[in-house]
């Protein structure tokens, strides 16, 4: 009986090391395991500028996003992140236009893709900072095959960037900036079906204003990256819940707390819908976390939708106006952001049809009181962010559904442990033993 003691400690120990490994690599696999939203694919593109314009020759580097995937005979937001240029002399009321150009392959229209940014000298001086920093222009996959690809394009033979100054009353002057260098040379979107349309995560930008333009911060273009978790088993003439997100991105102009802002304020968010026979908005509200004017409102929310479709297919939904104040409109709109009308990303769902049917039973119930009416009551859960205040990163990744992700590292973790305890206990009966022997 001593011997199989021996032996069965033996084998437990050597699991020790084993069990170790096992533990480790589950630990490792549990920080991972929480699905991860796929972050659009960036390049990073040098232009040298000539001389001769009012911006000065130097290398200036763009960065150029696109979504990893996009479906079949969808559009994609392909983005442009401009830096600061350096210049001469910029009078006040200079009118700045900056050109770019890309070449789409792998079947995505149109194969040369172009988009041109306007803005306005306020000050004169020697910077010019473009508000907003970004942007974009959509390509349509093909509806087969793929992948397409995007390169620095041309804006004339050998230029790939065209920066144009022209001052208020005065003649326009040209600086072309010549491609010099991109890290990755190109950039890949997959067409498949189930992929990402309209940018994939849809970072949308919201001409934001006061009910009165005063002072510096407004108009204001602020980038919000949306999100919409849509109902699975959603059926005719029934409420549908769907949950709203939006992560406000550092990329765009802020979201700054102007005078007189309330101090209990909600966000009101609108979202358009079609098909289905359902309304063509519909809106839901929830509470802000306490902000101080002149401050920048960096965390939003979540807010709950009801949708309520009538007859039975599919839901479309897009993103609509946001409101910030005591109410979606009227003077209680502290600020109000309009969405665009265009290029914004679709999320759909399906609307079955009804089949409860009344429940019989050939048992009956007496009662001699007299029944209460059955009272229904829907609640509102607020949902109060941190009031610290934080940036969010451009393409932040989205997380959660570690749960829903298959098995993960929890398995390993545990495992790991009861393995450990183990050979904890064959060391101790070794060590017993061994004491009994000497």
């Known amino acids: ?16 090391l084993v069990s170790t490994l096992v533990l480790f690599v589950g630990s490792v696999l549990a920080l991972s395991s929480p699905a991860q939203a796929a972050a659009d694919k960036t390049m990073e593109v040098t232009y040298t500028c000539a001389t001769g314009g009012v911006f000065t020759a130097t290398d200036v580097k763009v960065t150029i996003a696109a979504p990893e995937t996009v479906e079949p005979g969808k559009t994609a937001d392909v983005k442009w992140t401009l830096p600061s240029f350096t210049a001469t002399s910029l009078a006040a ?4 236009t900056i050109q770019g150009d890309l070449t789409i392959g792998g079947g995505g229209t149109p194969t040369a893709l172009q988009k041109i940014h306007t803005g306005t000298v306020t000050t004169a001086g020697t910077t010019y900072t473009p508000s907003p920093p970004t942007m974009s222009a959509t390509v349509t996959a093909p509806s087969s095959g793929g992948p397409i690809t995007i390169s620095p394009g041309t804006v004339s033979t050998t230029k790939g960037l065209k920066l144009t100054a022209t001052p208020s009353g005065g003649q326009a002057s040209v600086t072309e900036c010549m491609y010099k260098s991109a890290a990755p040379t190109s950039l890949s ?6 992929g990402g349309s309209g940018g994939g995560d849809d970072i949308v930008t919201y001409d934001c204003r006061l009910p009165s333009q005063t002072g510096t911060d407004y ?15 959603a059926t005719a003439n029934a409420d549908a819940s769907i949950t709203w997100t939006g992560a406000i991105q550092n990329t765009g102009e802020p979201l700054t707390v102007p005078t007189g802002f309330p101090s209990s304020s909600k966000i009101f968010v609108t979202i358009k819908a079609s098909g289905a026979g359902a309304p063509t908005s519909a809106t839901g509200e929830n509470a802000l976390s306490s902000v101080m004017v002149g401050d920048d409102i960096t965390t939003l929310p979540s807010v709950i939708i009801k949708v309520k479709p009538t007859t039975t297919g599919t839901v479309s939904l897009t993103a609509g106006d946001l409101v910030f104040g005591t109410a979606s409109s009227g003077t209680g709109a502290a600020i109000t952001c309009k969405a665009p009308t265009t290029n914004l990303k679709a999320y759909t769902f399906t609307v079955g049809s009804s089949t409860s049917s009344p429940t019989t039973s050939s048992t009956p119930t007496n009662t001699t009181s007299t029944p209460k009416p059955t009272k ?8 109060t962010p941190s009031s610290k205040k934080s940036k969010t990163p451009k393409a932040g990744a989205d997380t959660g559904g570690g749960g829903e992700a298959g098995p993960d590292g929890r398995m390993f973790i545990l495992t790991g442990t009861a393995l450990v305890g183990a050979a904890a206990v ?3 009966v070794m060590r017993r033993r061994n004491a009994t022997r000497g």
Not at 189 to 194: F, K, N, P
Request: hydrophobic share 35%; charged share 10%.
């Open 1 to 16: 009986m001593s011997q199989a003691w021996r032996r069965l400690a033996h084998k437990t120990s050597a699991l020790g």
């Open 93 to 96: 009321n200079t009118q700045v």
């Open 189 to 194: 979107i997959t067409v498949q079906t189930g």
């Open 219 to 233: 108009p204001a273009n602020v980038q919000i990256k949306v999100g919409m978790t849509t109902p699975t088993n």
């Open 376 to 383: 229904t009551s829907t609640a509102t859960v607020t949902v």
């Open 426 to 428: 064959g060391g101790l």
